[in-house]
Nanobody, 123 residues
Framework: QVQLVESGGGLVQAGGSLRLSCAAS????????MGWFRQAPGKEREFVAA????????DYTDSVKGRFTISRDNAKNTVYLQMNSLKAEDTAVYYC????????????????WGQGTQVTVSS
């Protein structure tokens, strides 16, 4: 069982930056793929970024490539999402998730979810 708690959301102007954190409980954190997803009002939850257990493999949705960076610190059981050059269209609730798969970007392959943190980008 893994419990996830996100933090770091807030209100920021377009062009600004935020860093989201996701603290995980559980001694097997390092064996999970960690992902960030987001859900804007009236839209489905979508994949944003994922990182493999060792941190050696990452992937991003096209709209955030070059602006967002996912990283993890297995010693601290924490995964981060550094978001730079934020745009109004990045406004959403951001969710941290953990998967026992070897690698997946699919929402339905993630087993554990946090409660979400709101990111609002004003234009």
């Amino acid at each position: 069982q893994v419990q996830l708690v996100e933090s770091g959301g807030g209100l920021v102007q377009a062009g600004g930056s935020l860093r989201l954190s996701c603290a995980a409980s559980g001694r097997t954190f390092s064996s999970y793929i960690m992902g960030w997803f987001r859900q804007a009002p009236g839209k489905e939850r979508e994949f944003v970024a994922a990182i493999q257990w060792s941190g050696g493999t990452t992937d991003y949705t096209d709209s955030v490539k070059g602006r967002f960076t996912i990283s993890r610190d297995n010693a601290k059981n924490t995964v981060y999402l550094q978001m730079n050059s934020l745009k109004a269209e990045d406004t959403a609730v951001y969710y941290c998730a953990a998967s026992r798969q070897l690698w997946s970007l699919r929402r339905d392959r993630y087993d554990y979810w946090g409660q979400g943190t709101q990111v609002t980008v004003s234009s």
